[in-house]
């Protein structure tokens, strides 16, 4: 597979697209057929790629909360921790959240092993049709001349927590659902702390059924050849109402917090539960849902498992808003109420125009 360069005058954005989907390989393709220069598609426009020059040992630390505290007597320390990082940071790292690290790490190793099959392994699942269950892609749906990202993906979506087994392929398929039943479990004990941080019953979240279903995200971000021209996934915010996040040693994610791209160095052990955009509003901007990006590197492959929490089927079919026990006279509802998949379709037509379809709520 070759794509046009990042040189010369003439620049098809249409056929380059084309040519990359075409061959059904990602953009491990790309690094297999030994390309040394970024081809055109992957370059990102010079102000989306700016970092904050800040010296890393004056940068902010992304709050850690140990939740052994639940076991220990200490749940109402856990749930004011949980309260505020959601409220500061958006984003906070979990350690001792009970799944073992012996599936994360086979997790991670099942992710890898799915995405260096061979490219002819992997090209029946590739696609960029959101209604399949699982699909293997990089860049699905760009829009007209967004930069593609350095990137593949395996996504597997389960509504209700329920997926045919059949269709995960077989290189992955014990340590997804191992992974994922842990997930569930973790998801749960998140539901109830979360409700208690924003003055709720601790049963509220799980009874509203605003994170049943799961995507879950398998990324593998190969060495690039010219990572300060790309980014491995640019800036954006989670249309999600919450979103666990395990990587492996290399780094690379971001986070906006202060006005500054703040690093989160990968801790052995940990995830990263940050909060979405559908979080943020019906806890009506308590919560807060920040932009985050993975930026490109010259070492790899970088592996990580994202967890997106969505809504059960049922709970999709009726309109979200903010939650009526939060509202007073001193705090008048700041959005108006929506439908999940038409939040999730105004996100994707935006494309790179938009980096939170939040605003476009706001009453």
């Known amino acids: 597979m070759v794509l046009s360069s990042n040189g010369g005058d003439a620049y098809d954005w249409a056929k380059a697209v084309k040519e990359f989907d075409e061959a059904k390989s990602g953009v491990k393709g790309l690094v297999d ?12 426009p010079a102000e989306h ?8 040992a004056l940068q902010p630390e992304l709050p850690t909360i140990d939740f052994a505290g639940l076991r220990q007597g200490r749940r109402r320390e856990v749930v004011e921790a949980v309260r505020r990082a959601s409220e500061e940071w958006g984003f906070f790292r979990i350690v001792n959240h009970g799944v073992p690290r012996q599936t994360m790490d086979a997790m991670l190793e099942a992710v890898r092993r799915f995405h260096e099959q061979p490219a002819e392994e992997k090209a029946p699942l590739y696609s960029d049709d959101s209604r399949r269950r699982v699909r293997f892609n990089s860049n699905s749906a760009l829009r007209e001349n967004d930069a593609a990202s350095w990137r593949d993906i395996l996504t597997c979506v389960f509504n209700d927590d329920e997926i045919d087994h059949e269709l995960i392929p077989e290189a992955c398929r014990v340590e997804v659902l191992e ?8 998801r749960e004990t998140m539901a109830e702390v979360m409700s208690e941080a924003l003055g709720l019953p601790k049963g509220y979240l799980s009874e509203i059924e605003c994170m049943k279903s799961e995507a879950m995200a398998c990324l593998y971000y190969p060495v690039c050849p010219e990572p300060q021209k790309t980014l491995g996934t640019p800036k954006h915010s989670d249309t ?5 996040l395990m990587q492996d040693a290399i780094g690379g994610l971001q986070i906006l917090h202060g006005g500054q791209w703040v690093n989160v160095p990968p801790v052995p052990g940990a995830l990263i539960a940050n909060i979405g955009d559908l979080m943020q509003i019906i806890s009506n901007d308590k919560f807060i849902s920040v932009e985050h990006r993975v930026v490109a590197q010259p070492v790899g492959p970088r592996i990580s498992v994202a967890c997106f929490f969505t809504p059960s089927m049922n709970a999709a079919a009726k309109p979200f ?7 007073s006279d001193e705090n008048l509802a700041v959005y108006r109420k929506f439908m999940f998949r ?7 037509i935006k494309g790179q125009d ?3 379809a939040l605003p476009h709520y706001k009453i």
Do not use: W
Request: hydrophobic letters at 35%; glycine letters at 4%.
């Open 179 to 186: 992974y994922v039943e842990r997930m569930i479990e973790l």
């Open 342 to 348: 038409d939040y999730c379709q105004y996100y994707k």
């Open 33 to 44: 057929a030994g390309v040394t220069e970024l081809p055109r598609l992957f370059v990102h």
């Open 240 to 244: 999600t109402f919450l979103t666990l």
């Open 49 to 56: 790629l700016r970092s904050n020059p800040t010296d890393p």
């Open 354 to 356: 938009v980096s939170s």
């Open 321 to 327: 808003g903010p939650i009526k026990e939060l509202l």
